[in-house]
């Protein structure tokens, strides 16, 4: 049997690359010079898209495959997938939901961590020969029993909240509408109001047209000069200007990011501050998890082209 043509966007571990070409005839985007003419060529052949979730799949890439069937995104997030594009031609989209939840929450709450005692600070500080030199490193603010907001309590942010507990955090979130689940948090529905009540602002929330910039200068005015703003979402939902100007004049006190707008390009203006921690957009960066990332890009992928159903499916 011929094997199925897919679309490879971005590269995987040895341990994804190795059942991928196994299973399937891949053409690799990421290593083609001329992405257009690559396109052109091979276009016609793909029946599927592997994918990352920060990658996704364009609607130029879209229009390229005609006989394009489903789109497999390595990631919970699939919002940098052109979904009415896929809609229009009825292409399956899949995504890798509840494998990654509980590694991004333990980043973003590591972030919260790290920022707040001023770990990496400090690990510089004995490195240099300042703890010798100098003497003991500056005071930094408490975590346990502060409060703490969550915008968008999904699977996500529910791991973040039961993390919190442990740290005896008055814990509120923010979203559509209350939800079941929530457990005795507090729901407050203005996420400028929520800002304005705690100390540190978790961003967990899915990125969509709709959500783009929710955390605008208002929000983060309203999280203020000793708030901390932490996202482990997608840059989207933060107006970074808006973060960078607030920043640099400390009318927000500090902030911990996992992804940025352009990256992993990022704003040079980024660089130049110190309270702001800066991470690769790697909260989903374990082994365990991204092994189990790959392994449902592949099962999606192949549930598809057996006429089974889809295991993670998004549309
Ligand atoms: C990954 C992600 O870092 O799940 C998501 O939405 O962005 C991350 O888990 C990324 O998709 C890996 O390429």
Redesign the pocket.
Same mark, same amino acid.
């Given at each position: 049997m011929t094997k199925p043509q897919i679309l490879q966007v *971005?590269p995987y571990p040895e341990w994804d690359e190795t059942p991928l070409n196994a299973a399937f005839a891949v053409h690799r985007y990421f290593e083609a010079a001329d992405k257009q003419a690559f396109l052109a060529e091979i276009g016609p052949d793909v029946r599927g898209i592997a994918t990352? *979730?920060?990658l996704g799949a364009s609607r130029a890439m879209i229009g390229a495959c005609p006989n394009l069937e489903v789109i497999a995104v390595? *990631?919970? /997030?699939y919002d940098a997938v052109d979904l009415a594009a896929c809609r229009e031609r009825g292409i399956r989209v899949t995504n890798?939901p509840d494998v990654?939840t509980k590694d991004v929450a333990d980043l973003g709450v590591a972030m919260m961590l790290c920022q707040s005692r001023g770990v990496i600070g400090a690990e510089t500080w004995v490195r240099n020969g300042n703890w010798a030199g100098r003497g003991l490193y500056p005071l930094r603010r408490r975590v346990w029993g502060r409060r703490a907001g969550i915008l968008g309590l999904g699977r996500i942010g529910l791991e973040v909240a039961k993390r919190l507990r442990g740290f005896d955090m008055q814990i509120a979130y923010s979203g559509i509408r209350p939800k079941p689940e929530a457990n005795g948090l507090t729901f407050v529905a203005d996420p400028v109001a929520l800002a304005r009540d705690v100390d540190f602002l978790f961003v967990t929330l899915a990125a969509s047209a709709e959500t783009r910039h929710i955390v605008g200068r208002d929000v983060i005015a309203a999280l203020g000069a000793d708030g901390m703003l932490i996202n482990i979402s997608r840059a989207s939902n933060i107006d970074e200007n808006a973060l960078l100007d607030a920043l640099e004049q400390g009318t927000l006190g500090s902030a911990a990011l996992d992804v940025f707008e352009g990256e992993p390009a990022l704003n040079p203006r980024f660089l130049a501050l110190d309270n702001v921690l800066l991470q690769p =957009? =790697?909260?989903? /960066?374990t082994i365990e998890t991204r092994k189990a990332m790959g392994q449902l890009v592949r099962d999606n992928l192949q549930a598809h082209f057996a006429g089974a159903p889809l295991p993670t499916p998004v549309l």
């Open positions: *971005g990352r *979730g920060e390595y *990631g919970v /997030g890798t990654l =957009h =790697h909260a989903s /960066g």
